[in-house]
């Protein structure tokens, strides 16, 4: 059986739509969707329900893709074996799939795949934005090969959470912005004058922000405070640095514009910093190339 198939198909069973299967495969649709029947005539069966919203497995397609994902592995490890006993040269090779959230894929991961691309030029690093619900379900779907999760508690009974680093946090504003000026003045800013600010924060789920509102939440003694979500960290540090409100950040996001004076540290409350877990799932093979950028992870941030 050609395993090109069973990618195609484990590959639109994520994704619920040829369009996005195509996309990630970097394939046009017209090949998945010809790989997709090439599939069910050759089992001779109905993988997929066609609806209007996409497609949906039918109850024999889960059967098929749980056996599909198991011989995708196999072929990982045999691929893997092949390269050990001088296949590759001796090199360690191969595709790793990684998460993060945005935090850490601006700040963090650029450096780490460009040294594991100098150490290691046969691993190809697929990076991927996630936060922690999906790269969770991702990696149980096997999707994902490994995911950074910024979460101080993280337990889950099939996924193995391995605390990395922690992440400095700190809150910053326009130099411009009155909170600049209280600081200037040296009386700290405490939980009741900052919830009166307003907010441009990394969107819902991100977990330090919602922390962080709910501290907010609790010191509001009048109107909540005002507070805006981005999907985006960019429109957050931009909105700040305009002087429109306060942000919460990894300090490695804001570092350049804080030593340039674009943005200022506000004094008052401490806020902890945010542990970085990397997980796995407990039961999948751990290749040679996912290996490596296991052990390539930690140098790339503060210990």
């Not at 069973?13 to 046009?28: D, F, G, I, K, N």
């Not at 198991?70 to 092949?82: G, I, K, N, W, Y």
Request: charged content about 20%.
């Amino acid at each position: 059986m050609d395993t090109r198939l069973l990618r195609t198909f484990a590959t639109v069973a994520r994704t619920e739509s040829l369009t996005a299967a195509a996309e990630r495969l970097h394939l046009v649709q017209s090949t998945v969707t010809a790989q997709v029947q090439a599939l069910e005539k050759e089992l001779d069966l109905r993988l997929f329900d066609r609806l209007p919203r996409g497609v949906v497995l039918t109850s024999a397609g889960r059967e098929v893709l749980a056996q599909a994902e198991a011989v995708l592995e196999a072929e990982s490890r045999l691929r893997a074996v092949a390269a050990s006993a001088g296949g590759a040269g001796g090199r360690v090779t191969g595709r790793v799939v990684l998460s993060a959230g945005e935090t850490l894929v601006s700040a963090r991961l650029p450096g780490v795949i460009a040294t594991l691309r100098r150490s290691h030029p046969g691993v190809e690093v697929d990076l991927r934005t996630m936060g922690t619900a999906t790269a969770v379900a991702a990696l149980r779907t096997g999707e994902l090969d490994l995911a950074l999760l910024l979460e101080d508690e993280a337990a889950f009974p099939d996924i193995e959470c391995t605390p990395l680093a922690r992440e400095p946090l700190v809150l910053v504003c326009s130099p411009e912005h009155p909170a600049a000026a209280r600081d200037a003045t040296g009386s700290p800013t405490d939980w009741a004058e900052l919830a009166r600010e307003d907010y441009f924060l990394h969107e819902q789920g991100c977990s330090y922000s919602d922390r962080f509102i709910e501290r907010l939440l609790a010191a509001a003694k009048g109107a909540p405070p005002r507070i805006t979500r981005f999907g985006s960290l960019e429109a957050a540090r931009s909105c700040v640095a305009a002087g429109l409100g306060l942000s919460l950040l990894a300090r490695a996001n804001v570092a350049d514009a804080l030593a340039a004076g674009r943005l200022t540290q506000v004094s008052g409350p401490q806020f902890p910093d945010v542990t970085v877990q990397l997980a796995r799932h407990r039961r999948r093979w751990l290749s040679p190339a996912a290996a490596a950028l296991t052990t390539e992870l930690p140098h790339h941030f503060p210990q």
